[in-house]
Nanobody
C-alpha cells in the first residue's frame, strides 16, 4: 500500500511561484510512475504533469514552460515547481502514483494511489 501526502500549497498573486511536494510511504519508490492532477470547483479533474520511473516527463499544454515536475528517489518525494502562476491554475492539487516498472511519465497511466490534496489559489 502507498500513502501520499502533499504539501506546499497556498495563496499567491498572479505571476508568483509555488513548489508542491508529495512524500510517499512506499517500498520501491523508484518503481513508481507519478503524476500531479488538479480539480477546480465545478470542473473535472485534469492531469497536470507526470514523471516516469525512467524520469521522463509529460505535461498538459496549459502548463508547459511554467511547471516542472521532478522526483527525489532517495527522499521518496515528488515535486512540482510552478512558476508564472495564473488565476486559472487555482485548484486542489493531487499527487498520484502507480507501480509501473521501468516506464515513462504519462498522464494516462491508471494511477492507483492518491493523496488528499493541497489547495493552490492564485489571485
Amino acid at each position: 500500500h502507498v500513502q501520499l501526502v502533499e504539501s506546499g500549497g497556498g495563496s499567491v498573486q498572479a505571476g508568483g511561484s509555488l513548489r508542491l511536494s508529495c512524500t510517499a510511504s512506499a517500498y520501491a519508490f523508484a518503481s513508481l510512475c507519478m503524476g500531479w492532477f488538479r480539480q477546480a470547483p465545478g470542473k473535472e479533474r485534469e492531469g497536470v504533469a507526470a514523471i516516469g520511473s525512467d524520469r521522463t516527463t509529460a505535461y498538459t499544454d496549459s502548463v508547459k514552460g511554467r511547471f516542472t515536475v521532478s522526483r527525489d528517489n532517495a527522499k521518496r518525494t515528488l515535486h512540482l515547481q510552478m512558476n508564472g502562476l495564473k488565476p486559472e491554475d487555482t485548484a486542489m492539487y493531487y499527487c498520484a502514483a502507480v507501480y509501473c516498472g521501468l516506464s515513462g511519465g504519462a498522464l494516462e497511466h491508471d494511477y492507483h494511489y492518491w493523496g488528499q490534496g493541497t489547495q493552490v489559489t492564485v489571485s
